[in-house]
C-alpha cells in the first residue's frame, strides 16, 4: 500500500484532497469464453474460495449452513425470498450470498491503530476493491477538523459531538438522514422516529437510486408500490418475462425459483441488451444433479432489446396482442377484467391505433427482429398466468416510470394481476430495501402515516416533504444541509456525478457513517467526520444478556426474523437500534416524549410500537417468532383491489416513445454490477459470466462499433460526458468486444458514476437515470491521468 510506512501526520496530508475517484490503473484483464449457463459447479467452488480467503472458513462455512434457515439469519446479500416449505439442506444460499458472508465475517479488523498509521488522504488513493479488504471497524473513530486522521473517540463523545452539532442547526431540515437498504426493520423505524421528531423528512434512502421509480409507476395504478406475487407464484406460471434484470447475479436464489417454473412447464422470454448467462441456462447447485451436469435452460425466447428500447418493445406487443385479439376474437385479451377492474381501456386502444408508429418502426426502435416481436406476442397471447420481473435495467432509465406502467398496460389487457400465477414483480436489491420503507424510511410520508405516528407517540412530525437521494446532494451543494447521517451504505459512490457529489459532501459541517466496514465514503468527509461500527446481519446481537433477533422484509413481502450467529469481531460495537437511539437521547434530551430508553434496552419494545403505527404488523411480536414469517396485506395481490382514488379499478395509462436520437459519435451506456461485487463493495476484479477476468476498467462494445470507430478489442480508451454542458472525464478504459446492440455501451459503476450528471434523472421518481447515460469515447489520452 502506497504511504504505508509514512509515520503518522507528517506526510502533509492536508495538502491533498482525498480521492473521490478508484485510481486510474489498469489491473490487466484477460477475456475468457462469455457464458450461457449460471452456476454450477464453478459457483460452488467460487463461494468456498472466497471464504478460505478471508480466513472465515470455519465460522462462515458453519453460518452458510444457518444462512436464510428458519432459525438461522437473514442472508446479507439480496432480497429474493425463501422457500415457504422446504429449505435445502445444503443450506439456502448462492455464490454471491457466500461472498457476502465472508466479505461481513472476515476477521480482519479495522482498528483505530490502523487509523493512525494511515491517513485518509493515503487511504483514499487505494481502489474500492482494497479498500474493503481492510476488514471490520471496530471503534468509534473521529475527523477533527483540519485533521488527516481518523482518531480513537468514546461513545460517549461521539454522541455528544452528534447532539450538539444537530442542535446549532438553524433548521432541523439542514440535516439529512440517509439510510442504505441493509438496516433491520427495528433499527429503520428507530430512525425515521428520530429525524421526525427532531423534525425533518429529510430521509433520503437507496430506494431512491433503485427501485423508487418501481413504486412510482405502481402506487397511483394497483394500490401499492409493490409487487403482486408469491415465490409460489413462479411455481404455477405460463410465462414469466424478465426485463432489465441479471439474475444469475444479483438474485442467484431466483434461479431456483425459473428451474422449478421451466421444469412445471413455464416459458421464459428475457429481454436485455446483453445475453446473462443467468438468463440463458441455470445448473442448479444446490442440487446433485446441477451440480454433474443435467441444467436447465431458461430463456425460450431473449430479445436483444437496445438500451432505452423497451418502450418500443412492449408497444409493439401491445401491437400484437391487439391483433391477435382481432383474429381470435375473446381468446386474447380479458373483457370482463377490463371491463370490472380498470380504466381507460378504449383510450389506451385509440391511442394504440392512432399511433404514427408501426410494428416495423417499433421493431427498429427496439432493435429486435419483427418476427421475434411476433413470437414472444404469441407466447403471450394464449396465457393468462403471466410474471414480469424487473430490474435496474427499467428503473434508471429516464422513462422507467413510463415503461412499468406499460408493463402493467400488458397485464390489465391480459386480467394477469392479482391471479394465482400471474402479476408484477420488481426484483427489490438490497435485502431489507422494502422492509425500509415499510418502517417510514420516506422522504415523502403520507399523512395517514404521520398521523400514527402522532397519535401513538404524542409529538407533531413535520409534515413538509424532505429531500431524496438527489435533492440532498444538490442541497448540499448548496450548503443547505450542514449535517449527514448515514444508516449504512456508501453515499459518495452510489451516487451520480461523484465530483460534483465529493464536492457537496466536503462542505459538510459534519458527516456521521454507521458502517460495518471502511469504504470511500468515509474519506471524502465534512469538515469533522464520525465513524460509528456496528454489527452485521450474522453477527451475534446480545442485549441485556439475551440473544437477539431483528426483522427484514423480503421482496414479496414476507416478514421474517433473523438472529445472528457469529462472535463480534470487537466488544465495541454497538446494534443500529441503540446507536440510534443514543445519538436521540443525547440529541433531543429532555425535549423528547419517546421512550428512547425502553427501546434502546428492548427490541420487542420496538415491535411493539411498529404494531402500533403500521397497518399489517398485528401481533408482531408473537407472529414473527412462526415459522417463516407473515405475509404483510397485500390488496392487489389478494383482492385484485387496485387504486384507492378510482374506486379500487386500475387504469390504463398513456405513455409516449423516448426520443432516442444520437449524435454521430455518441453511445449510450448503462452502468452494471458485475458478477464479483456488491453495490460499492468489490469482492474481486472478475465478472466470471460476461468472461471477464482481472478488471473493473472495460467498456463493453459492439464488434462494429468498435472497427467504424477505428478503434480494436482491448485498446485503451477515455470516456466523457457533456451534460449540462461541462465536460465529465473517466479516463483508462479497456475496450471490450461483447454481444451488444450497437451504439450501446456497458461499463461498471462506481467507476464510471463520475459521467452520470446529477440532473440526469427519472421522470417523476427522480432517480439517477444511470442506466442511460449518453457517452463519447475517444482513444487513451495519457494527459487525462494528471493528478488533480
Ligand atoms: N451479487 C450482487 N447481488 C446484488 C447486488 C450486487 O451488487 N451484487 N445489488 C443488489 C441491488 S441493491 C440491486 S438493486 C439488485 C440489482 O440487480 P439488477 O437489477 O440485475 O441490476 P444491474 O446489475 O444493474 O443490471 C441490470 C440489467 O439490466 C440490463 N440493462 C441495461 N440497460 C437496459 C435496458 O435499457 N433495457 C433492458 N431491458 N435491460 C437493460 C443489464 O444488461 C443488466 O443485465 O441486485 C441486488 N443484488
Ligand atoms: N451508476 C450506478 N449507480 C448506482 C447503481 C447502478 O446500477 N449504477 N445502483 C444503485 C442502487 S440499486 C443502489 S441500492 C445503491 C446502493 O447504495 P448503498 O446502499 O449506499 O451502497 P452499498 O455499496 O450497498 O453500501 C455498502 C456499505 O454499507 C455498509 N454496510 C454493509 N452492511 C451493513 C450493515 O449491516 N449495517 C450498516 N450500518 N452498514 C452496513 C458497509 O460499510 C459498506 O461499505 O447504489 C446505486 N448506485
Ligand atoms: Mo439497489
Redesign the pocket.
Known amino acids: 500500500m502506497e504511504n504505508e510506512k509514512q509515520p503518522s501526520k507528517t506526510n502533509n496530508d492536508a495538502l491533498h484532497f482525498p480521492k473521490a475517484e478508484n485510481p486510474f490503473r489498469l489491473s490487466d484483464l484477460r477475456r475468457a469464453p462469455v457464458e450461457n449457463w449460471a452456476a454450477g459447479i464453478p459457483a460452488v467452488k467460487a463461494a468456498f474460495a472466497d471464504l478460505m480467503e478471508e480466513k472465515t472458513l470455519i465460522r462462515g462455512t458453519r453460518a452458510l449452513f444457518k444462512m436464510n434457515q428458519v432459525d438461522g439469519f437473514d442472508c ?1 446479500s439480496c432480497a429474493w425470498p425463501d422457500p415457504d416449505d422446504e429449505r435445502s439442506p445444503l443450506g439456502e444460499y448462492c455464490e454471491n450470498g457466500a461472498k457476502a458472508l465472508a ?2 465475517a472476515t476477521s480482519k479488523r479495522v482498528t483505530p491503530d490502523f487509523f493512525a498509521e494511515h491517513s485518509v488522504y493515503a487511504l483514499s488513493k487505494l481502489t474500492d476493491y482494497e479498500i ?1 479488504k481492510m476488514g471490520r ?1 471496530t471503534d468509534p473513530v473521529y475527523l477533527p477538523p483540519g485533521g488527516t486522521h481518523y482518531q480513537r473517540i468514546s461513545w460517549e463523545d461521539a454522541f455528544h459531538k452528534i447532539g450538539t452539532h444537530l442542535n446549532a442547526l438553524a433548521s432541523p431540515n439542514e440535516a439529512a438522514f ?7 426493520n427495528e ?1 429503520s423505524f428507530m430512525y425515521q422516529l428520530f429525524a421526525r421528531e427532531f423534525g425533518t423528512n429529510n430521509m433520503p ?3 431512491n ?3 423508487e421509480t418501481s413504486g412510482t409507476a405502481l402506487r397511483p395504478t394497483i394500490g401499492i408500490g409493490k409487487g403482486t406475487v408469491k415465490l409460489e407464484d413462479f411455481y404455477d406460471t405460463d410465462v414469466i418475462v424478465i426485463m432489465g434484470q441479471n439474475p444469475g447475479t444479483n438474485a442467484p436464489r431466483m434461479m431456483s425459483a425459473l428451474e422449478r417454473a421451466k421444469r412445471n412447464g413455464a416459458q421464459i422470454i428475457a429481454i436485455n441488451p446483453l445475453p446473462e448467462a443467468g438468463l440463458m441456462g441455470f445448473h442448479n447447485p444446490q442440487e446433485i444433479r446441477g451440480i454433474i451436469g443435467g441444467g436447465v435452460k431458461l430463456a425460450d425466447k431473449y430479445l436483444p432489446v437496445k438500451i432505452n428500447g423497451d418502450m418500443a418493445l412492449l408497444k409493439a406487443l401491445e401491437l400484437l396482442l391487439l391483433q391477435l385479439e382481432e383474429q381470435h376474437p375473446g381468446s386474447v385479451l380479458d373483457h370482463r377484467f377490463i371491463e370490472e377492474k380498470t380504466t381507460g381501456y378504449e383510450a389506451f386502444v385509440e391511442a394504440l391505433r392512432t399511433a404514427d408508429y408501426t410494428l416495423t418502426t417499433l421493431a427498429e426502435q427496439c432493435g429486435v427482429e419483427v418476427d421475434d416481436l411476433k413470437a414472444a406476442a404469441a407466447m403471450l397471447a394464449f396465457k393468462k398466468r403471466i410474471i414480469f420481473c424487473w430490474g ?1 435495467g427499467l ?2 432509465q429516464p422513462n422507467g416510470v413510463a415503461m412499468i406502467r406499460e408493463i402493467l398496460n400488458i397485464l390489465l389487457l391480459k386480467g394477469s394481476i392479482g391471479i394465482k400465477g400471474g402479476g408484477v414483480c420488481p426484483v427489490r ?2 435485502s431489507n ?1 422494502q422492509g425500509n420503507r415499510t418502517m417510514l424510511i420516506d422522504e415523502k410520508p403520507t399523512d395517514a402515516q404521520l398521523d400514527r405516528l402522532q397519535e401513538f407517540f404524542g409529538f407533531n412530525p413535520p409534515r413538509k416533504q424532505g429531500y431524496d437521494v438527489v435533492r440532498t446532494i444538490k442541497a448540499m451543494h448548496a450548503g443547505d444541509i450542514k449535517v449527514m447521517l ?6 459518495l ?4 456525478d461523484t465530483n460534483y457529489t465529493a464536492a457537496a459532501m466536503r462542505k459538510l459541517d459534519l458527516l456521521v ?7 470511500r ?2 474519506l471524502i468527509h465534512g469538515k469533522e467526520s464520525l465513524i ?1 461500527p ?4 450474522s453477527d451475534k446481537d446480545i442485549v441485556g444478556g439475551q440473544l437477539q433477533i431483528v426483522t427484514t422484509e423480503n421482496s414479496m413481502g414476507v416478514v421474517q426474523y433473523s438472529k445472528g450467529m457469529l462472535d463480534p469481531v470487537s466488544d465495541n460495537l454497538l446494534n ?1 437500534t441503540q446507536i440510534v437511539c443514543r445519538m436521540a437521547m443525547s440529541t433531543l434530551g429532555e425535549r423528547s416524549v419517546v421512550d428512547w430508553k425502553t427501546y434502546h434496552g428492548s427490541y420487542d419494545a420496538v415491535r411493539d410500537a411498529i404494531e402500533q403505527c403500521i397497518p399489517g404488523f398485528s401481533n408482531f411480536n408473537i407472529r414473527v417468532r412462526e415459522k417463516g414469517g407473515f405475509y404483510l396485506p397485500n390488496a392487489a395481490r389478494d383482492e385484485q383491489r387496485f387504486a384507492g382514488h378510482l374506486g379500487g379499478r386500475a387504469p390504463f395509462t398513456l405513455t409516449q416513445l423516448p426520443d432516442n436520437t444520437l449524435q454521430e459519435d455518441e453511445y449510450v451506456m ?4 458485475t458478477h464479483d461485487q ?4 468489490i469482492y474481486g476484479l472478475d465478472d466470471r459470466y460476461r468472461g471477464i477476468k482481472n478488471e473493473r476498467r472495460v467498456v463493453f462494445m459492439n464488434a462494429q462499433d468498435i472497427a467504424k470507430a477505428g478503434l480494436k478489442e482491448g485498446d485503451k480508451v477515455d470516456l466523457f460526458n457533456y451534460d449540462d454542458g461541462i465536460e465529465r472525464i473517466a479516463p483508462l478504459f479497456v475496450v471490450v468486444s461483447y454481444p451488444i446492440p450497437q451504439r450501446c455501451t456497458v461499463t461498471y ?2 467507476e ?2 463520475v459521467l ?1 450528471s446529477v440532473n440526469n434523472v427519472v421522470e417523476e421518481s427522480n432517480m ?1 437515470a ?2 442511460y ?1 449518453k457517452i463519447k469515447i475517444r482513444k487513451h489520452d495519457a494527459r487525462m491521468l494528471k493528478d488533480v
Do not use: I, W
Request: overall charge positive; glycine content about 10%.
Open positions: 446479507p466479505e461481513e474493503g471497524l440517509y439510510t442504505s437498504g441493509r438496516t433491520s433499527a434512502d437507496c430506494s437510486m433503485c427501485h435496474m428503473t434508471q436489491g438490497h430495501v448515514s444508516m449504512g451504505g456508501n453515499f459512490s452510489a451516487t451520480p457513517c454507521v458502517s460495518t466496514k471502511l469504504n465514503g468515509h460509528l456496528t454489527y452485521g446481519r443500529e448503462a452502468t452494471t454490477r456488491f453495490n460499492t463493495t459503476f462506481p464510471t458514476n452520470v439517477p444511470s442506466k447515460v
